[in-house]
């Protein structure tokens, strides 16, 4: 399937075939779709207008009259709204409103709900009751010393010290058993937070959004602002962005340390100074407004159900800061919301 996804609504075809088709070449019915039968010689062939390779458009070219008369025009309709998703012919249409299905690599923002034997729960969704965790071994942590060591049954018993219940942490998906998919019931997850960007969130601020806003990108961490520019609605101050493909968003002040070891991979034990340096020290005023309104940047665009990505958390806070000159507080007010999400639906 391609990276990029499109939206149908019920009642949208998505994919016409003739009976010819239908049995050898055709398209797959799959979840969210239905099926139309219409003569072929009394219709015209229904397009959806959309040149994408995932919407299958083919159009009957027969000569002969009579066999136009006596063949027919199958139509593959949505039944929901979602996304469309094609297997070779098989057509599929998840819905908007899914549970996070987790893949391999996935950078999520979890919460601790509980500590189990060698191993932390975490909570994949923005409720503990959703029903969607996973499990974050003691072995898949780096330890407060930074060291890498054999884990000992005294780090199992001073779990609590490095992540207790109610932390936010990030990490990557590691694991997906048998089942784990969509609601992630009767399967087992697993994560890792041994990456320079993964382990405990502290000194910033979280949103949780819907999953499918989220798309899978090449890379999820990322920062936006430029110090040497002030009208761009960041105030000369870098943001650092976590987008969780499990509907998980960190926002925080960049870790300026962490960028000026360049490609070089830093030790662990310095990483660790690094992020309690920043944990440490509070956010100034400036700081601190400018983290408030990318935060409500991405509630704005969660509350239109825009795509959240980079480019329009940025054209959101220019357009509130610069453009409109929207005081931070009043950013998530009915009109407001309208005016300053304008600009991603603009082409």
């Given at each position: 399937m391609s990276s990029q996804q499109h939206i149908v609504i019920p009642g949208q075809v998505i994919a016409t075939s003739n009976d010819s088709d239908h049995d050898g070449g055709g398209f797959l019915r799959g979840h969210g779709t239905?099926?139309?039968?219409?003569?072929?010689?009394?219709?015209?062939?229904?397009?959806?207008?959309?040149?994408?390779?995932?919407?299958?458009?083919?159009?009957?070219?027969?000569?002969?009259?009579?066999?136009?008369?006596?063949?027919?025009?199958?139509?593959?309709?949505?039944?929901?709204?979602?996304?469309?998703?094609r297997t070779n012919k098989l057509l599929t249409i998840q819905p908007l409103n899914r549970p996070y299905a987790p893949q391999m690599g996935d950078p999520i923002i979890g919460r601790i709900i509980s500590i189990t034997n060698q191993a932390w729960k975490v909570s994949t969704m923005s409720s503990p009751n959703c029903g969607v965790s996973a499990n974050l071994p003691l072995t898949g942590i780096f330890l407060k010393?930074?060291?890498?060591?054999?884990?000992?049954?005294?780090?199992?018993?001073?779990?609590?010290?490095?992540?207790?219940?109610?932390d936010l942490v990030s990490a990557e998906v590691r694991g997906v058993g048998r089942g784990g998919g969509a609601g992630g019931s009767g399967g087992r997850i697993t994560l890792h937070a041994r990456s320079v960007r993964c382990g405990k969130l502290e000194n910033g601020c979280v949103v949780f959004v819907p999953c499918w806003l989220i798309g899978r990108r090449k890379k999820h961490f990322v920062v936006l602002g430029d110090s040497t520019r002030t009208k761009d609605g960041f105030e000369g101050v870098r943001i650092e962005v976590l987008l969780g493909c499990n509907g998980g968003i960190w926002i925080q002040k960049a870790l300026v340390e962490l960028e000026n070891l360049g490609t070089e991979t830093p030790l662990p034990e310095v990483v660790q100074s690094i992020r309690s340096n920043h944990a440490e020290t509070p956010l100034l005023l400036d700081e601190r407004r400018v983290?408030?309104?990318?935060?409500?940047?991405?509630?704005?665009?969660?509350?239109?159900?825009?795509?959240?990505?980079?480019?329009?958390?940025?054209?959101?806070?220019?357009?509130?800061?610069?453009?409109?000159?929207?005081?931070v507080k009043d950013m998530l007010k009915p009109d407001a919301v309208v005016r300053i999400t304008q600009c991603t639906r603009n082409r």
């Open positions: 239905y099926i139309e039968t219409t003569d072929a010689f009394a219709s015209s062939s229904r397009s959806t207008g959309n040149d994408n390779d995932n919407l299958i458009t083919e159009t009957e070219n027969d000569a002969d009259t009579n066999e136009h008369h006596n063949s027919q025009n199958y139509s593959l309709i949505a039944s929901i709204s979602g996304t469309i998703e010393d930074g060291m890498q060591r054999i884990r000992t049954s005294a780090d199992a018993l001073r779990m609590r010290a490095v992540l207790k219940e109610g983290v408030a309104r990318v935060r409500n940047a991405v509630e704005a665009l969660k509350l239109v159900q825009c795509q959240i990505s980079p480019e329009n958390i940025e054209k959101v806070v220019k357009v509130s800061a610069i453009d409109l000159a929207i005081d």
